[in-house]
């Protein structure tokens, strides 16, 4: 039996705008979904900015409700049957706030575990155990308020394991997160999939759903674009590779024309601190460097480079120019 | 089972009322509506009974002072308390847990309530410094027990005024003006004989009215049946907790289908 299933799933937000003559607007943020998740599998949903990513997390969490369609996660209705689902998920997510910050770490802790309803005995043993999985047993008695962004995060995802659900969700949990951070974050992710957990993983960050992930839904605009394995989502550009072209000041007009280019299947710019990234997707082999550096002819071009595809490179060619950005 | 979802349910309440007691010691808005707002309440007040050559009000005037600053020092913190969920992020995640919220609202809520029984002394305090006004009180065991039952009772009714803010972030601008009818109905900034008749069903629906009557009465006599009014006091609450249940039911339901949840 699957985890999590929804069928056509819908949630419009409505909005109003003026001050006097208000209209009120409707936005879509989920479009028919339909998902499928197995126990114990590692699912990462993909998407930029406004794609329905966390609207889906928080239905799927009961703390949202949807306005059309159906959801079950273990077989039961996220409308009627919240009751039975909530002491069985645990919910993260990104960012700094879900915490108690005048509190410390530890009575955090403690107190998710009595909202939880974790027997005294238990979460005795089990605080001490998260705070060494996540790192942060030597800080525990400390104010929440002194952390770094890193050890927020990484107290959330001890609080949300408090109850040891069976089912977790994680909202974009490295977003904001340097590096070596989001790594050992990652680390723990991987452990505890490992442990039994099924994980749903929202992500911006393509190389972290294709090194975790089991399968992978790509999402833009409120409708699953598609679902497959990282693998066999990369298999949309294997037969290109990928141009990267590192310039300074490149004209919209000629990215443009680089684009219109018959041989080319997608372009990606990347602002970087002083210079653009320019990606272009196009058959392997075709070797057209020397085409695309003529059409960049007056452009200070710093650094050529071509490359294998990568997820990321698939879900550009998915979403579009927009899904980058992000 | 049923005894040890009670008992992980009472764990809840008093874990609850800990954690509040701890946040609100570092607090400075809690110091400032528990100290600062009795102490100007109680000189507008009472200087003005004073003022009025009515000198017999003043202990009537520090009493319901004293209920003001309790009953404005529930609502406003019990409102501030889910508008602080909401902007910690913690509130989708409180309602995500298996506790009902009202269990957890009552116990941070009677927290408060407890600690902002020093407004009363503080307003005692003012009275007798600022006023040098003879101020004992007659049967001591009567108002304690007056005051604890009214204090609980007061969190329930601001337990039914802050299930708004659980639907919205801007309940506070209602629950400011609607706050201003309860004391007045109460009579605790006015006597209530000086209230229209038409008035008094409404005053009775109030706790504090039922509040006032006892500290007052047990303020300045020792004699005295309190039994029909710790009984007013005793069925309001319950009425209170049974509204404010069905409250919750209803703003969770309607906070989750508007998503408004994580708006602050």
Known sequence: ?326 | MKAAHLRATLRVLGNSIVLQVKDNVVSNYFIATLVMQPVIFTIISVGTYLYGHKPDLGLFAITGTGLISIWNNNLFISGELIRRERRTGTLSLVIAAPTPLLVILLGKSFANAITSVLAMGVTFLTGMIAFRLPIGIADPLVFSIGLVLVVFSITCLGLVFGSLFVITRNAGEFVSVANFPVYILSGLSVPLTLLPLWTRPLSNFLTPTWGNKILNQAAVQSSGNMLPNYLWIVGLSAIYLVIAWFLYRRVEYLALRAGTLEQW
């Open chain 1, 1 to 326: 039996m699957a985890v999590i299933l929804t069928q056509n799933l819908h949630r419009t937000f409505q909005t109003t705008t003026g001050i006097i003559r208000r209209k009120k607007k409707e936005i879509v943020a989920l479009d028919g979904v339909d998902l499928s998740i197995e126990p114990g599998e590692l699912f990462g949903l993909l998407g930029p900015n406004g794609a329905g990513k966390t609207t889906i997390t928080r239905i799927l969490a009961t703390v949202l409700l949807p306005t059309s369609g159906s959801a079950q996660v273990f077989g039961l209705d996220i409308i009627k049957e919240v009751k039975a689902i909530r002491p069985r998920i645990g919910l993260v997510f990104g960012g700094e706030r879900g915490l108690y910050w005048r509190l410390s770490g530890k009575d955090n802790l403690q107190y998710f575990a009595d909202l939880y309803k974790v027997p005294p005995e238990v979460a005795k043993k089990r605080i001490p155990e998260l705070l060494e999985l996540v790192g942060m047993a030597d800080r525990a008695n400390e104010r929440v308020e002194g952390y770094s962004r890193g050890m927020k995060q990484r107290l959330h995802i001890a609080r949300g394991l408090i109850h040891d659900p069976e089912l977790f969700f994680l909202d974009e949990p490295t977003i904001g997160l340097d590096p070596l951070a989001a790594r050992d974050l990652r680390e723990v992710i991987r452990r505890l999939n490992q442990a039994g957990k099924t994980i749903f993983l929202t992500s911006h960050y393509m190389f972290e759903i294709d090194a975790l992930c089991h399968r992978v839904a790509v999402m833009d605009k409120g409708k699953i674009l598609v679902m497959d394995t990282p693998s066999a989502l990369k298999k949309v550009v294997a037969n290109l590779e990928v141009v990267e072209i590192e310039c300074f000041g490149i004209p919209r007009e000629l990215v443009e024309k680089i684009r219109s280019h018959p041989a080319v299947q997608a372009v990606n710019i990347e602002q970087l601190d002083q210079s653009q990234m320019l990606q272009i997707q196009a058959p392997a082999g075709a070797e057209l460097v020397q085409e695309f550096l003529g059409m960049l002819n007056g452009v200070q071009v710093r650094k050529v480079v071509t490359r294998q595809p990568t997820l990321e490179d698939a879900y550009v060619k998915l979403v579009g120019e927009g899904g980058k950005k992000v």
